[in-house]
């Protein structure tokens, strides 16, 4: 079975400051592992996906995760908060081979201060 | 394209009527997810389809709840009867490849 972790439900950054969520997961199989954004009234939308390619992944909105099987980690980065990056950030993870199966963590609120 | 429609995008009703979500997927994909938003729970997978064919249900919650497929371009999520504990956020996704693609969701609140 596989499961996500998100380590911190709210996280406040300041404008221009370095975004960090934390994402660990837990897999008997090799893994596909996603971060996905929902802004307010609305349904997600995929940021980035490692399947099992460069261990660097990069998204849209100048996000980028990287995949460390030693850590059983999938930690989400942006060098440089924005106020439009405000939202809540969802990591996921299905067996690889098939990205059917998605299994949430409980997501991570972001706040970026201005 | 336009993207995974929902409707309606916010449905109240009173205990024990009959619920029914509607879902358009994304031209040309061939899977389709109901999921189910809760703050207590989280997002959970309620049921998928591969080509119109319901291939897990293990997370519809009971026998209270069913979903069809009748074509590849129109879903229903239906629940009868409906109570307070099923006021949530349902969304539908359908799936290319590694990606699915989220509606905008469907605010249920059971009065």
């Known amino acids: 079975a596989q499961s996500v972790t998100q380590l911190g439900s709210h996280v406040s950054v300041s404008e221009g400051a370095l975004v960090l969520l934390r994402c660990n997961y837990s897999?008997?199989?090799?893994?596909?592992l996603f971060w996905y954004v929902q802004y307010p009234n609305q349904g997600l939308q995929l940021l980035l996906k490692?399947?099992?390619?460069?261990?660097l992944v990069k998204g849209i909105n100048g996000f980028e995760a990287e995949f460390k099987k030693s850590e059983t980690s999938f930690h989400l980065t942006k060098p440089s908060a924005h106020m439009s990056d405000a939202a809540e950030y969802f990591c996921?993870?299905?067996?690889?081979?098939?990205?059917?199966?998605?299994?949430f963590g409980s997501g991570t609120q972001l706040t970026v201060l201005p | 394209d336009a993207g995974v429609i929902q409707s309606p995008r916010h449905e109240v009703t009173e205990m024990g009527q009959e619920v029914t979500l509607r879902c358009k997927p994304i031209?040309?994909?061939?899977?389709l997810f109901w999921y189910r938003q809760t703050m207590m729970r989280g997002l959970e997978l309620l049921i998928y389809?591969?080509?119109?064919?319901?291939?897990?249900d293990s997370g519809m919650p009971e026998d209270r709840f069913s979903a069809k497929m009748p074509n590849a371009s129109f879903s229903t999520l239906k629940i009868q009867p409906s109570e307070p504990r099923d006021s949530a956020v349902y969304f539908c996704?359908?799936?290319?490849?590694?990606?699915?693609?989220f509606g905008p969701g469907t605010r249920l609140t059971v009065l």
């Open positions: 031209s040309g994909h061939d899977y």
């Open positions: 490692y399947t099992s390619a460069a261990t």
């Open positions: 996921a993870v299905s067996r690889s081979g098939s990205a059917r199966q998605l299994t």
């Open positions: 389809f591969n080509n119109n064919v319901p291939i897990d």
């Open positions: 897999s008997s199989v090799p893994p596909y």
């Open positions: 996704a359908s799936q290319t490849d590694n990606e699915q693609f």
